[in-house]
């Protein structure tokens, strides 16, 4: 079974600090794994994802995430937290393209002036 | 190119009605996934769709709620009669095969 843990519900970074979203999967295969945004009043959006190619992973507007195997962990990182960044993250992990997604709890990242 | 659309954005019914919901997948997406968030949980997985024909319906919570695929291409997701644990934010998703699967802005669900 796959199981999801993002650490921290809450976050607040200042505004050009940098952003650390902690995630840590369970995955009985190698793992699909994947980081999705939800803005205020939108819906999921891919941020990026980990498909077994490069460990170190670029996504959308300046996040990346790198794959730890040995530490099952995909940690979503930006190294200056902008203003538009405030929005709910979502770490999730797959078994398979066509498989199912489990998510985590999510983790709302508050930006401070 | 449209992405996944859903219908309605919003639903306020009462216990016991009945309340349905409609997702678009993206064109020419075989796949086709509902998920729901109750409030304060993680988004759960509810069923799968290859084309009309149900893949994997593990997450279907009870059997108060039906998913449809007529024809391959659009969904309905019926509940009847809706309970309050049944609110909640109802997404769908869609995939052209073994890759990233796109979400739509999702239905929010309130049973009073």
């Known amino acids: 079974a796959q199981s999801v843990t993002q650490l921290g519900s809450h976050v607040s970074v200042s505004e050009g600090a940098l952003v650390l979203l902690r995630c840590n999967y369970s995955?009985?295969?190698?793992?699909?794994l994947f980081w999705y945004v939800q803005y205020p009043n939108q819906g999921l959006q891919l941020l990026l994802k980990?498909?077994?190619?490069?460990?170190l992973v670029k996504g959308i507007n300046g996040f990346e995430a790198e794959f730890k195997k040995s530490e099952t962990s995909f940690h979503l990182t930006k190294p200056s937290a902008h203003m538009s960044d405030a929005a709910e993250y979502f770490c999730?992990?797959?078994?398979?393209?066509?498989?199912?997604?489990?998510f985590g709890i999510g983790t709302k990242l508050q930006v401070i002036p | 190119e449209a992405g996944v659309t859903q219908f309605p954005s919003h639903s306020v019914i009462e216990k016991g009605q009945t309340v349905t919901l409609r997702c678009d997948p993206i064109?020419?997406?075989?796949?086709l996934y509902w998920y729901r968030r109750v409030m304060g949980k993680e988004i759960k997985f509810l069923l799968h769709?290859?084309?009309?024909?149900?893949?994997?319906e593990s997450g279907m919570p009870n059997n108060r709620f039906l998913a449809e695929r007529t024809g391959g291409t659009y969904s309905t997701l019926k509940v009847q009669p809706a309970e309050l644990e049944d609110s909640g934010v109802y997404f769908c998703?869609?995939?052209?095969?073994?890759?990233?699967?796109?979400f739509g802005p999702g239905t929010r669900l309130l049973v009073l």
């Open positions: 999730a992990v797959s078994e398979g393209g066509y498989q199912k997604v489990t």
């Open positions: 980990y498909t077994s190619a490069a460990t």
């Open positions: 998703a869609s995939s052209p095969g073994a890759r990233t699967q796109y």
């Open positions: 064109s020419g997406h075989d796949n």
């Open positions: 995955s009985s295969v190698p793992p699909y």
């Open positions: 769709f290859v084309k009309e024909s149900k893949q994997d």
